[in-house]
């Protein structure tokens, strides 16, 4: 029970925090959950600041990552081999958390708070970035894709900014729990204002651009658990349905979903549904070069184009270990390993220079990036979420393409097979979204600009924020001056000090 009580405040941290995520409607909780645990890692030792970031970590991708369960059940039938993996992720994403912990303890060892707000931004990079393991989830700022005018300034500096931004508001709280004076408080409530009005201020500024009309499409049906056999005929009657009224209505192009095409080397690639001259679209399937497979978005104005995805999903697209460890035979992994292109590439479409992003991109600010720097219009993601239908995990990806819009200031287009289904334009508003899991056509106008706004500095905000963990380790590794001398001085004091030996009384 001690042990429970002296955890509290990362036990609320957890809970808060996960109360704001998606598909909550709370998302404003996150400019407060992190409060309770900051403020108690002030009074950590640097060896109890990790325990507490591991403990934090633990418990909070262990709930993050809870949609692997349910997909690994589903696939496999074992409960045991579904738990294992959330597991063993929470394990080991947890050593970023401790991580922080130890900055988080020196930054407030240092007496220089206002610095773990990048810290925290700078340990999302890190896991965002690492390779072979990248994975962009459970970011701070996530809950906040629903209120986008708090969240422009990721245009400046990626959706890492807003979480530094989220972490610093927290940081004030923390140190209002401690019991700091206000007028230390106060120029830092001053800088998180500023930012706010500078989002809302962007907010507030009309994109420009020419209006253009498009098709989203969503077949509603579960690729992901349907039979193979079966899946064909469902696919053509589903999007022909789909296709047919841009026959009726021209559009600038229909966008549908990633997973429609099996792997071919074959252009035009055999499609399960009708391709019809002078009705632009853009898909995603597989296609087969040499020895090589890659997950690829095919376009198609009369000609085709293709562009491959770089982001490969770990264990689904490709398996780490697959010679070495003989239990992942268990888990039914596909037999071979997808490729990873080289570059991102964009394709011209019906007059649209287009950015698209396959599925797991959407996670990943590197690739709508990349899109920017190739002079696309605007962004399409291509998913298949099916596997994860009933978790949270369509939510947070539904989120992400919202962050893609903001950062890049380009209208965003996601097609789902059974959803999320949206549009968003250039400030992060979603204009039209399909009800989850069914059968939808979704018209709608967009503001498609000349080409990408500039934004020269913000590639190279998270590497500051990186190096802002540097500073930190500096700060943890070497003891503050401060502390040094009052330690210097007590030891002299107490070597100095005589026992006040006093006579007896006659």
């Given at each position: 029970?001690?042990?429970?009580v002296?955890?509290w405040p990362v036990?609320a941290?957890v809970?808060l925090?996960l109360?704001g995520?998606?598909?909550?409607p709370?998302?404003l909780?996150?400019?407060?959950a992190?409060?309770?645990?900051?403020?108690n890692?002030a009074?950590?030792?640097?060896?109890?600041?990790?325990?507490?970031?591991y403990?934090?970590?633990?418990?909070?991708?262990?709930a993050?990552m809870?949609?692997?369960q349910?997909l690994?059940y589903?696939w496999?039938?074992?409960?045991?081999?579904s738990i294992?993996?959330v597991?063993?992720?929470?394990?080991v994403?947890?050593?970023?958390?401790?991580?922080?912990?130890?900055?988080?303890?020196a930054?407030w060892?240092?007496?220089?708070p206002w610095?773990?707000?990048l810290?925290w931004?700078?340990?999302?990079?890190i896991?965002?970035y690492f390779?072979v393991?990248?994975?962009?989830?459970g970011?701070a700022a996530?809950?906040?894709?629903a209120?986008?005018?708090?969240?422009?300034?990721?245009?400046?500096?990626t959706?890492?900014?807003?979480?530094?931004?989220v972490?610093?508001?927290?940081?004030?709280f923390a140190m209002?729990?401690?019991g700091e004076?206000h007028?230390?408080?106060r120029p830092?409530?001053?800088?998180?204002?500023?930012?706010g009005l500078?989002?809302?201020?962007?907010?507030?500024?009309?994109?420009?651009g020419?209006q253009?009309?498009?098709l989203?499409?969503?077949?509603?049906?579960d690729?992901a658990?349907?039979p193979?056999?079966?899946?064909?005929?469902?696919i053509?009657?589903?999007?022909?349905?789909i296709l047919?009224?841009s026959?009726?209505k021209?559009?600038?192009f229909t966008?549908?979903?990633?997973?429609?095409?099996?792997?071919?080397?074959?252009?035009p690639p055999p499609?399960?549904f009708t391709v019809?001259t002078g009705?632009?679209?853009l898909f995603?399937?597989q296609r087969?070069?040499g020895?090589s497979?890659?997950?690829?978005a095919?376009g198609y104005?009369g000609?085709?184009k293709?562009?491959d995805?770089r982001?490969l999903v770990?264990?689904?697209?490709?398996?780490?270990?697959?010679?070495w460890?003989?239990?992942?035979k268990?888990?039914?992994?596909a037999a071979?390993?997808?490729?990873?292109?080289?570059?991102?590439s964009?394709?011209?479409?019906?007059?649209?220079?287009v950015?698209?992003?396959?599925?797991?991109?959407?996670?990943?600010?590197q690739?709508?990036?990349?899109?920017v720097?190739?002079g696309?219009q605007m962004?399409?993601i291509m998913?298949?979420?099916?596997w994860?239908?009933?978790t949270?995990?369509p939510s947070?990806?539904k989120?992400a393409?919202?962050?893609?819009?903001v950062?890049?200031?380009?209208p965003?287009?996601?097609?789902?097979?059974?959803g999320y289904?949206l549009?968003?334009?250039?400030r992060?508003?979603?204009?039209?979204?399909?009800?989850?899991?069914?059968?939808?056509?979704?018209?709608?106008?967009m503001t498609v600009?000349?080409g990408?706004?500039?934004a020269?500095?913000?590639?190279?905000?998270?590497w500051?924020l990186?190096?802002?963990?540097?500073?930190a380790?500096f700060f943890?590794?070497?003891?503050?001056?401060c502390l040094?001398?009052k330690?210097?001085?007590s030891?002299k004091?107490?070597?100095?000090?005589?026992p006040?030996?006093?006579?007896?009384k006659?």
């Open positions: 029970m001690a042990r429970i002296k955890a036990l941290s809970a925090l109360a995520f998606p598909p909550s709370l998302g909780l996150a400019l407060v992190f409060a309770p645990w900051f403020a890692l009074k950590c030792t640097p060896k109890e600041s990790v325990k507490s970031g403990l934090f970590g633990f418990l909070y991708m262990g993050q809870a949609w692997l349910t690994i589903r496999t039938g074992n409960l045991f081999l294992f993996p597991v063993l992720a929470a394990l994403a947890a050593w970023y958390f401790a991580f922080a912990g130890w900055l988080i303890n930054c060892r240092w007496k220089q610095i773990i707000a810290v931004a700078g340990i999302e990079v896991r965002s390779p393991v990248a994975f962009p989830w970011l996530t809950p906040l894709y209120h986008p005018y708090l969240i422009q300034s990721a245009f400046y500096g959706i890492y900014f807003v979480s530094a931004w972490a610093f508001i927290n940081v004030i209002f729990l401690s004076q007028q230390k408080l830092l409530a001053a800088i998180a204002i500023v930012i500078a989002s809302a201020l962007r907010y507030q500024d009309k994109p420009t020419e253009k009309e498009f989203i499409g969503q077949p509603g049906v690729m658990f349907t193979l056999e079966e899946q064909p005929a469902l053509q009657r589903k999007v022909d349905s047919a009224r026959i009726l021209p559009v600038t966008l549908l979903p990633e997973g429609l095409v099996p792997a071919s080397d074959q252009i499609t399960p019809v009705m632009p679209m995603g399937g087969v070069e020895e497979t890659f997950q690829t095919y104005d000609q085709w293709t562009a995805k982001r770990i264990f689904g697209e490709f398996v780490p270990g697959r010679s460890l003989p239990f992942l268990s888990f039914h992994l071979s390993d997808l490729s990873a292109a080289k570059t991102t964009a394709i011209d479409l019906n007059g649209v220079r950015g698209p992003m396959l599925c797991f991109e959407g996670l990943f600010h690739i709508s990036e990349a899109q720097a190739n696309a962004l399409a998913s298949l979420d099916d994860y239908m009933g949270e995990a947070q990806l989120s393409a919202v962050f893609r819009a950062e890049t200031g380009l965003t287009l996601r097609a789902g097979s059974l289904s549009a968003a334009d250039q992060g508003n979603i204009v039209a979204e399909a009800p989850l899991g069914q059968t939808a056509e979704l018209p709608v106008k600009p000349s990408p706004e500039p020269k500095a913000r590639p190279f905000v998270p500051a990186v190096g802002s963990c540097l500073v380790v943890g590794v070497k003891k503050p001056s040094s001398d330690s210097d001085a030891v004091t107490e070597k100095k000090a005589k006040n030996k006093q006579k007896p006659k």
